[in-house]
């Protein structure tokens, strides 16, 4: 069983950076699909990137080119670099587990059906 502590949010100005890390703790982090999620005040969550066990990712469109996702199987940890952030960034941040047909779902974006280890977030804030 896998579980996911969250580190590296805070509050930076607009065009700033941020490295969220997530890590894992317990038996086949590198057998999972991977994915940060963030959920704004008043909004549903979203998902922001999926990682598979080959590395294979896939974005959101908002933070394509600004966000960059990587995992490191040897340390099981995730990590989300976030550059060029925006106020619309602004989110609790989320790292989720899930089996690799998480990374298949054409739906990971809004339901992630198939995620069913999530970390406790870490708040990020973004002012202009």
């Known amino acids: 069983q896998v579980q996911l502590v969250v580190s590296g949010g805070g509050s930076v100005q607009a065009g700033g950076s941020l490295r969220l890390s997530c890590a894992a703790s317990?038996?086949?982090?590198?057998?999972?699909?991977m994915g940060w999620y963030r959920q704004a005040p008043g909004q549903e969550r979203e998902g922001v990137v999926i990682?598979?066990?080959?590395?294979?990712?896939a974005y959101a469109d908002s933070v394509k080119g600004r966000f960059t996702v990587s995992r490191d199987n040897a340390k099981n940890t995730l990590f989300l670099q976030m550059n060029s952030l925006k106020p619309e960034d602004t989110a609790m941040y989320y790292c989720?587990?899930?089996?690799?047909?998480?990374?298949?779902?054409?739906?990971?974006?809004?339901?992630?059906?198939?995620?069913?280890?999530w970390g406790q977030g870490t708040q990020v804030t973004v002012s202009s």
């Open positions: 990682i598979g066990l080959n590395g294979g990712t």
């Open positions: 989720a587990a899930g089996p690799e047909r998480a990374c298949f779902d054409s739906n990971w974006r809004r339901t992630a059906p198939y995620f069913d280890k």
């Open positions: 317990g038996y086949g982090y590198s057998s999972y699909c």
